[in-house]
C-alpha cells in the first residue's frame, strides 16, 4: 500500500477524514506521531477536516486551524475566548464531524472532546445523517487502559466501528489506509 502512495497516487481522493485526538487531556508523547499521521492521509488525498489537531505546537495548531477557517493566524488569535469556545471549537468542530465521511481518533489517554466527538459520529444516522466509519487508534502499551465507552461500542450503534491496536507509526498509517480504502477487517 505504502508503494502506491509515494507515486502520488491519491487513494483517499474524495474522503473527508475528521481526525481525532486530546490536545489538553493528555497529548501524545511524540508530538510528530499525529502530525505524520494527518499528513499521510492528506498526501494521500483525503481532505483531513480537522488537521489542526494534529499539529506539534499551539502556534502549529492555531496556524493550521486559521488557514481552514480563512483567516488570519492574527485575526484567529484575536477572537474573544467565550466566542472562540462556542463558535469555532464546539460548533465549527461538530459541524466537521457531521460533514465527515470518516472519523479517525487515537484514543491514546481519555479525552472530554474526543469522546464527544465520538459521540457525534456514532449518532450522526439519528440526524439524519450518513452512517460514518470510524477508527479509533492505540497503541498497544495502553489498549488495557481504553475507556469502556470506546470499548463498549457495539455493532448495533456502528457497524463500521473498529478499535485497532498499533506498536508503530508504519502500523497506524497500514490500518488507517486500509480504513479508508474499505478493506480494514474486524
Excluded at 499528513?39 to 483531513?48: I, N
Aim: proline share 4%; hydrophobic share 40%.
Amino acid at each position: 500500500m505504502q508503494e502506491r502512495l509515494k507515486t502520488n497516487e491519491k487513494l483517499f481522493e474524495g474522503i473527508k477524514v475528521y481526525y481525532s485526538g486530546s490536545i489538553k487531556g493528555a497529548p501524545e508523547l511524540d508530538p510528530d506521531f499525529a502530525w505524520n499521521l494527518v499528513q499521510f492521509m492528506k498526501e494521500g488525498g483525503a481532505d483531513v477536516l480537522s488537521e489542526h489537531v494534529a499539529g506539534r505546537n499551539k502556534d502549529e495548531m492555531d496556524r493550521v486551524r486559521a488557514e481552514k477557517l480563512g483567516i488570519t493566524v492574527e485575526a484567529f488569535r484575536g477572537i474573544p475566548r467565550e466566542v472562540y469556545v462556542r463558535d469555532i471549537i464546539r460548533k465549527q468542530d461538530l459541524e466537521w464531524v457531521d460533514q465527515a465521511t470518516h472519523m479517525v481518533a487515537l484514543v491514546n489517554a481519555p479525552s472530554h472532546g474526543v469522546g464527544m466527538e465520538l459521540q457525534e459520529a456514532i449518532l450522526k444516522p439519528r440526524l439524519g445523517l450518513n452512517q460514518t466509519p470510524i477508527l479509533c487508534l492505540i497503541h498497544e502499551d495502553v489498549y488495557n487502559n481504553l475507556s469502556g465507552m470506546v470499548a463498549g461500542v457495539s455493532e448495533q450503534e456502528n457497524p463500521e466501528f473498529y478499535v485497532k491496536k498499533y506498536k508503530t507509526l508504519q502500523e497506524a498509517k497500514d490500518l488507517v489506509s486500509n480504513f479508508l480504502t474499505g478493506s480494514l477487517q474486524k
